[in-house]
């Protein structure tokens, strides 16, 4: 079955500490997209990548990192910048960034937990 | 820049009762506007769009929204809610023409009381 799977799907991040949450598609899509989820707040976009080797900042993109090195991985590392790191993340991709009519998928979320 | 504003955090229906669950953007230039679903700890799940053409949609599990221009909404509607239903729902604007980022409204949560 073709989707997006994200793991883990609860992650702990310790004080000053980076952690990596993965995030896999099998769609063959160009563009993929990192959400954060607040409670109240609807989703924000942190970074998107419209093809491989390139990304853009979205609307709060400072503390966070991310790589695209192939189609179907785009990794986001929230590191020790990020001073509220707990919430949802939800990854999303689509077949391309420049057509505003195409739906985004979403995978099942990773639950960001500070210790 | 874009908006959308959805009116309520919190809606409750009785089971069978009709839903209705509104949804305003802020725009100068026409939308491209969706709804989705989102089940607890899940992703969201696209229940319909709205693209051009017709402007009264048809989505999944029998949810439907018409695109009204003049009053710049796109309420989403079910005539008979079921127990299945109670989720939170976003909407969500682009516009395209440079700008394709999806703005999404901060959700509606929907009680359907037995």
């Known amino acids: 079955d ?15 500490q980076n ?33 491989v080797n390139d990304f853009q900042k979205g609307d709060i993109a400072e503390g966070y990192s991310v790589s695209r090195e192939k189609k179907e991985s785009f ?20 077949i391309m960034y420049a057509q ?11 639950r960001l937990l500070v210790l | 820049a874009q908006s959308v504003t959805q009116l309520g955090s919190h809606v409750s229906v009785s089971e069978g009762a009709l839903v209705l669950l509104r949804c305003n953007y802020s725009s100068s230039v026409p939308p491209y506007l969706f709804w989705y679903v989102q089940y607890p700890n899940q992703g969201l799940q696209l229940l319909l769009k709205y693209t051009t053409g017709a402007t ?48 999404f409204g901060k959700g509606t949560k929907l009680s359907v009381i037995p």
């Open chain 1, 19 to 51: 952690v990596t949450l993965s995030c896999e598609q099998n769609l063959n899509h160009d563009a993929m997209y990192w959400y954060r989820q607040d409670p109240g707040q609807g989703l924000r976009l942190i970074y998107y990548s419209q093809i």
């Open chain 1, 100 to 110: 505003a009519q195409e739906t985004q998928y979403f995978g099942p979320g990773t």
């Open chain 2, 56 to 103: 009264l949609v048809k989505g999944i599990n029998g949810f439907e929204a018409e695109f009204k221009k003049s009053e710049t909404s796109f309420h989403l509607t079910k005539p008979s809610a079921h127990m299945s239903d109670a989720a939170e729902y976003f909407c969500a604007v682009t516009y395209g023409a440079g700008s394709y980022q999806l703005t």
């Open chain 1, 75 to 94: 990794p986001l590392t929230v590191t020790s910048a990020q001073k509220n790191p707990t919430a949802f993340y939800l990854c999303a991709s689509s």
């Open chain 1, 2 to 16: 073709g989707g997006i799977t994200q793991s883990p799907k609860y992650l702990f991040r310790k004080e000053g």
